[in-house]
């Protein structure tokens, strides 16, 4: 194998080499606990109180409205669960969309089955929900409304802005997953009006095992984790301080580089997705062609299955991932693919590809060919397409 | 999580295609769940004297399609109907057990051609012991 492209930026980043170097001093020597008083603790704590105000500059909100979590699946929890729990005297109703993440969507699931109501409104074809359902969804009980700021397989960008002007004058908490976008597309609690945000470092090329949620000041929510008085008691643990000083220093890179980086993917995703459509025939790209996150690529390839043509990039050395069931370890496609009307088989042939901030090195015209040849292979042993052609035939 | 068996027979799956002159063909599963096996044969004095197959599925789906039609091929229908999933899955070096059904796949796959060979031959499937496994789709 003579390169390696990986194009699996959905899944994770890179940890940027810069952002290591930040970290590696309260890995090798401050290991002062953040709340204690001497030195070495109140140094940890500094670093992490500097970092907060720089995750806070990023989505333009306050520091002390910034706590970090041990992941985005935790601050999405957090969000929902603290919230319900909080405020179940308001109702019982919930809105969210069918394309959420799991990490909302099975807390969602958790909750119906704790007598919750949950009303799933279904995005359109092209992969966006229509703020007039979520509309249309609100009730007089509706205590939160979660709608992700972009999707983590399709990459397509929601209508925050305007969900979060709907709920202006509504008693309804609005939560955005923000995991996918922070980094990749401007992200404005202002501007949202959204009360609770997540948010995950490795999305943004900083480490594993930090995230944080945005809780705007007044918001009425329960604990998740209780215990110490960490993160102004709202979240015990001690504080993981080279994790937060990595996001930190990730996240203000991220938003600083933002329109180069994001230009350089725009540029590499729109010639994988213009060569992918135009040279391999029976292709679908998965979601809105325009409202969609600058790195990310999905299509789905008829008569074949999803999993078949990993391996072969692999192989290539192309990373890459998919929605069908063989690779999810369940026995139905992504629920995101499902969700666009696709129908079960075009599902399972279905690819992601997530450029990431090293775009402008990627040789995407490599991956193109490839792809070519693997489609056009695993087409040659597929019952599917070997009906399609003679029914085709039959035809001509 | 899988074996260089599996990984040899998926990137190079031994007797893909057609036979267009097949006197026992058989295909099970479904696109919906992701899998089809499409099994052909060319039955000569109740040996298999060729043996084709196309697969749609994962990378388990195929190699057990590949490894199923080795382990026939030039075998008479008898010794074809006593193929047990798991002699396709040992072949292969074990599957992972989320996939285990692929070579249960593989070995209805290979009863069911030969059950509708049977049943073109207008032989009956019921006094037919070896087949108490085979024709279970119809």
Redesign the interface.
Known sequence: MSKLIYLDNAATTELDREVLDVMLPWLEGGYGNPSSIYSIGREAKKAIEESRQKVANAINARSNEIYFTGSGSEADNWAIKGIVNANAEKGKHLITTNIEHHAVLHVFEYLEKKGYEVTYVPVEENGIVDPAGIKEALREDTILVSVMTANNEIGTIQPINEIGKLLSDHQAFFHTDAVQAIGNIPVDVKESGADLLSMSAHKFHGPKGIGALYIRRGVKIDNLLHGGGQERTRRASTENTAGIVGMGFAIEKAVLNMDKTAGAMKNARDHLIDRILNEIPYTILNGDREKRLPGNANFSFRFIEGEGLLLFLDMKGIMASSGSACTSGSLDPSHVLLALGLPHEIAHGSLRLSVGNDADSIDTDYVIDSLKEIVAKLRDMSPLYEEFEKSKSAED | M?TDKV?DH??N?RN?G?IKDANAIG?VGN????????IYMKIEDDIIKDIKF?????????ATSSMATELVKGKSINEALDLTNKAVAEALGGLPA?KMHCSVLAEEAIKEAICNYLKDKGVDIESFSKCDNCCRGN
């Not at chain 2, 696109?31 to 499409?38: L, P």
């Not at chain 2, 196309?54 to 195929?62: R, V």
């Open positions: 899988y990984m998926f990137s799956p893909v057609e295909e696109a919906k769940c992701g899998d089809i096996m499409k196309k697969t749609f599925g994962c990378g388990a789906a195929i989320v």
